[in-house]
Each structure stands twice: as C-alpha cells, then as structure tokens.
C-alpha cells in the first residue's frame, strides 16, 4: 500500500533486546480536507532509508500493514495494528493548494453532432444519410 503526504516527523533509531532489534518512526500528515497524523514503522536495515529525508519534505511512503495480538496477564486477547513502511520516495515540488491523491476530474465525453439537414428536416421524413436505430 501507498500513502502520500508531509513529512511531520522523522524519529531517532532505537534498539532493543540483546539481538539489537532497531525500530525508527515516520509521522506522515495527509494533505486532505481533514490531514491525518499516520506513524510508519521503519525497522532494522530498513530504518537507513529516513536518513535521505527531512521534515516538510513531500513522499510517497510505500508499506506493509501488520496485526498481532498480545493475551494480557487476566487472559483478555488485544489486537495491535502497526504500518511496517519499507520505501519512501520524495515527490516533486506540488503547486499550494493541489491536492496529489486526488485523481483530475475525467473530462465530458464529447456530444455528438446531428448532421447539418438535421434541422431542416421535417418531422415524419427520414434522410439516407440518417440512421433511426431506435426500438420504437
């Protein structure tokens, strides 16, 4: 999956356990009429890949979406969802105001031409350049 946004925040790499599990995160802001806060995961080899980046900067942000689930002491099951990003690409320089998840609006398709003796046919009357492919 792809998101595209601002970058908000680019956070320190942190290490975990004796192994030197390492775990950075990204905050993405969407740029749309209510911008949301995302945090993508970026871990071990993968965390270098925000050393190319700063904050402001505009990306596309490529990602794996990750579930688990974790039993409390009581026994009560909780779900976690985390974004395990794995590519970030900088986007050019956007024009304020434009939007680049929003596809451009499809233009009309054309509307066809009547022939020229169209209009000054009379009702009833049928030219050989007129096809009535009409049912009725």
């Known amino acids: 999956m792809e998101l595209i946004g601002r970058i908000k925040k680019i956070g320190e790499t942190k290490e975990y356990g004796a192994n030197g599990f390492r775990k950075r995160e990204l905050v993405i802001v969407t740029e749309e009429q209510y911008p949301q806060f995302v945090p993508i995961e970026f871990i071990q080899d993968k965390t270098s890949l925000l050393d190319a980046f700063a904050e402001g900067q505009q990306v596309k942000v490529s990602y794996n979406i990750r579930g688990r689930e974790w039993i409390s002491p009581e026994g009560e099951a909780r779900y976690f969802v985390s974004l395990a990003g794995w590519k970030v690409e900088k986007l050019e320089a956007v024009a304020p105001g434009v939007n680049p998840?929003?596809?451009?609006?499809?233009?009309?398709?054309?509307?066809?031409?009547?022939?020229?003796?169209?209009?000054?046919?009379?009702?009833?009357?049928?030219?050989?350049?007129?096809?009535?492919?009409?049912?009725?």
Do not use: I, K, R
């Open 101 to 136: 998840q929003t596809p451009p609006a499809p233009s009309a398709p054309p509307t066809p031409s009547a022939p020229d003796n169209m209009e000054t046919m009379e009702p009833g009357t049928q030219d050989s350049q007129v096809e009535d492919d009409l049912p009725f």
